[in-house]
């Protein structure tokens, strides 16, 4: 993780959100202010209103990125009152008391933000004990659940902001030799790592599903645990993190979220375009695709078209073709997947870290027909709804790029493989590792 901390003041967040009033109505079993605060009024007809949650789990490196996030969330467009068929735009955050102080804990706080006359309102809803990790399914489940019950919408999305490591298990990007029975960065797999993608400084940080640095405890959700977070389906859900965009994670995301839009390289710190995410997703009918678009319109511009991003869009209820011809193709091709030289493929990481590949580039290194990739590009079109990448991100240069990355065994481990088995459901569907 390269780091480069600017402190901005907590004050406007935070400290704003857990001072608002909040009123018997959102009494779920929290610890935040009581007070006459007006609530919306509600009536018997469906609901019309869009409602989005913004997760924000700052309480890491990344907390003076995220601050800035939510700081240009709200100096730009919010949705205006408080009424009940007005769209909603939530916060659930957690951070630090400052930027390099981990071990005074602070609460999970989640606050309904708007415009009221031009002043921004965060009006508090729930504020969790000081001592709860906020990247926990508890946590968002419950969070979730709340907004559920208090706020009745037409549609429910969730943008989630903090560090990733796809599918892998919690912890073991940071420290593979934790999980090996050997030491896996061995002098020659760093070499050959560093070969092909070596390490270069200074970059600006990176996001590298979540993470609470709470005292010498590292809190993190694996796949799993994320969807299992999620008591309801959302109409989309945007990842704000590193290397989330493999076909692992959108598979596992099925009836959790029907469009989900992520990575499939790391994310740079500046993250999303946060002056335009809130009047995409709650300024009108919910356009996830365009807070994609804008995301990589703002790096491509940034990096004079060169450098900066990598981002899809997917259709989760219409993966099902995909899983169907690659299980076809992981069968028929096996052995050579499972002695396919990784280097030759597309790889969307840094350094020794090869646990992501390009799904495509993988079998067509693998040696599949072009009927075969004929079918496989169908499959993939029908459910990738939008997918852009610059031509390098960081050090890493962009020459194939099908939208979704995917594990690659031969350039992984007997840890890895038996992990895939066991919990990763697309490897239930497709096969890949038997």
Known sequence: MVKNLRWISLLLISVAAVSCFKDSNFDFGGKGESGAKEQPARDSSEPTCNTMLMVSAGFNDLSDYLIKDLRELSENYLPSGNSFSTNKLLVLDKFPVSSENYKVDSPPVLYHMYSDKGSVIRDTINVWPANTPLCTSATIKEALEIIKKAFPSKTYGMVFSSHASGWLPAGYYENPDHFEPSPFWSPGVKERGHTIFPPIEPYPAVKSIGKDIMGNVSYAMELKDFAEAIPFELDYLLIDACLCGGVEFAWGLRGKARIVGFSSTEVLADGFNYSTLAENLVGGTPNPIKVCQDYFEYYHQKYDGVNGATISAVDTQKMDDLASVCKTLFE??????????????????????????????????????????????????????????????????????????????????????NFYKTEISWNSATSLVN
């Open 332 to 417: 028929k091709y096996r052995p050579v997947i499972k002695n396919l030289n990784g280097y030759n493929v597309q790889g969307y990481f840094r350094s020794s870290h090869h646990f992501f590949y390009d799904l495509k580039d993988i079998l067509v290194n693998a040696g599949i027909t072009p009927a075969e990739e004929a079918q496989l590009d169908a499959a993939l079109e029908k459910c990738i709804l939008y997918k852009a990448a610059t031509p390098h991100i960081l050090n890493i240069e962009i020459k194939h790029f099908s939208g979704l990355s995917m594990y690659l065994p031969s350039m992984g481990s007997s840890y890895l493989d």
